[in-house]
């Protein structure tokens, strides 16, 4: 099984079938297929070797789909790296994770290392940049691993989560038994392909389905891309929701549309209703996480259900637990464990393989949840201190670091506001140093917007007199 063939069959059985619409126009399956060749023989002359990790970040669409199948091509380990990421930020993935190479589109700075020009028939405008040949294989203990993605887990610690290409192969097939997508589909794209590529982008291409990507989030262009493609299914958060809800416009979705699904955080009962009544499209949540995929997801019964995230698909079980891991009844709130095809292989860094971390087969997902009479689920709210921002998981103690790290500030405490479209937005307060009192609210935010993707800077942040501790001297929340 290999995530790389995906593309070569649907280059065979679909030539001429559109494969993604992005801002270069529209390109078909065959020429796609030629275009990752391509690359993947200029990476075979690069030494690119199988085991090797190698970073890809570009802007969505075909350069990062090229880049990301090129260097599976050659049996890599690819590590999606987010394009707005700041320099800082990827210095610190690149320590836990270190890379032979980097492959991007140029649309973020430029990694320190020896760039080679890469031929670019198709026009992707994609760079190599070496940073260490002699690097030792970026997941020694696991055998045929594709990807590794940095999550926080369920502890806010971050780790990196290790798919192999069975892995990511059995979760997009136990996905699309629920979601039904066929080549048929035309899929409006808007979320990072960093994050959702491994499971999401993957198993649109295996189907045959068209990948049109949306020029930004905004609800206008979600629309207007739409109606100008003919768009069959739409893949947004609950933020582009509450944004397309709040649209003046008079414009609606084309009669084409008639699935749209909610995923990233928990969707509010009204906004689905809210969106129906306007769209008269049902929206459907979908529960996804990185160490196990899409496994739960609420199609048949979003209108009459918009509450719940639903029920596990085909060959998935979900079970709610208390502290001891034991079975609650129906009703009562415990976390979320699941269990089924295409959980991830193991843990980057400290290493640890699945088997270690699974209780007797269940992966405990960190969420909330409680079954109703009916059995669907039902998200009531987390177990870590993971802030939701416009679709993105931010953790306070990556912003509190980098606050602490201000010369005036003394201690920090981060923690999350509700937003009327954001769903939730970061506020910080900060205790300033003894003889720091000239710093202003502005110049320790310009602090954070040079070291901090834009979804992690605060939205607010006030300067208080004093941050209280505990005895052993953690700041206090709450």
């Known amino acids: 099984m290999n995530v790389f063939e995906t593309l070569a069959r649907s280059a065979r059985h679909w030539p001429a079938r559109t494969a993604i619409i992005d801002a270069g126009g529209p390109l078909d399956y065959q020429s796609l297929w030629r275009e990752v060749e391509a690359l993947r023989l200029q990476l075979d002359r690069l030494d690119v070797r199988a085991g090797q990790g190698i970073g890809v970040r570009a802007r969505n669409g075909r350069a990062f ?15 999606p790296i987010h394009h707005q990421m700041k320099p800082d930020e990827v210095s610190d993935l690149l320590a836990q994770a270190p890379l032979c190479a980097i492959l991007d589109d140029g649309s973020g700075p430029a990694q320190p290392g020896k ?19 002699d690097q030792p294989p970026l997941a020694p203990g696991i055998a045929d ?47 990072p392909m960093a994050y959702h590529f491994y499971v999401s982008i993957i198993l649109y291409l295996e189907v045959g389905a068209t990948v049109i990507v949306s020029a930004d989030y905004l609800a206008g262009s979600l629309l207007d891309t739409a109606a100008k493609h003919q768009a069959t299914f739409l893949y947004i958060t609950p933020m582009h929701v509450r944004m397309m809800i709040s649209d003046q416009s008079g414009r609606s979705l084309p009669p084409s549309l008639r699935r749209v699904m909610s995923v990233s955080a928990k969707l ?27 496994p739960i997801q609420n199609i048949a019964e979003a209108v009459e ?58 992966f405990l997902t960190g969420d909330l949840a409680h079954r109703d009479s009916g059995g669907r689920i039902v998200l009531d709210g987390r177990t870590t201190s993971v802030i939701h921002v416009a679709g993105h998981k931010v953790f306070p103690e990556e912003v509190a670091a980098v606050l602490d790290h201000h010369p005036a500030v003394l201690r920090s405490r981060v923690s999350a506001r509700p ?38 800077v605060p939205a607010s942040l006030a300067i208080v007199a004093e941050i209280s501790t505990t005895s052993s001297g953690k700041v206090r929340h709450g």
């Open 268 to 294: 509010h009962p009204q906004s689905a209703l809210d969106f129906l009544t306007k769209y008269q499209v049902p929206v459907a949540q979908g529960y996804g996480i990185i160490e196990v995929g899409l």
């Open 305 to 362: 259900h918009p509450e719940a995230i639903g029920r596990p698909v085909a060959s998935f079980a979900a079970k709610i637990v208390n502290e001891s891991v034991n079975p609650l009844p129906d009703g009562q709130t415990g976390q979320l464990a699941v269990r089924g095809p295409g959980m991830f292989s193991g843990y980057l860094n400290p290493p640890r393989a699945r088997a270690e971390v699974l209780h007797d087969g269940w």
């Open 145 to 191: 691993a594709a990807f590794v993605r940095f999550t926080s887990g369920t502890t806010g610690a971050a780790k990196g989560v290790v798919l192999t290409h069975r892995d990511v192969l059995e979760r997009t097939h136990a996905a699309n038994s629920g979601l039904g997508l066929t080549g048929a589909d035309k899929i409006l794209w808007v979320l």
């Open 115 to 133: 760039t080679v020009p890469l031929e670019n028939p198709g026009g992707n405008g994609l760079r190599f940049t070496r940073l260490d040949n």
């Open 419 to 456: 937003h009327p479209q954001m769903g939730e937005a970061i506020h910080a307060d900060v205790q300033l140093r003894p003889g720091q009192a000239a710093a202003t609210v502005e110049d320790i935010l310009a602090f954070c917007r040079r070291r901090l993707s834009s979804q992690k």
């Open 65 to 79: 789909v090229i880049g990301a199948l090129a260097a599976l091509g050659c049996g890599a380990v690819i590590m």
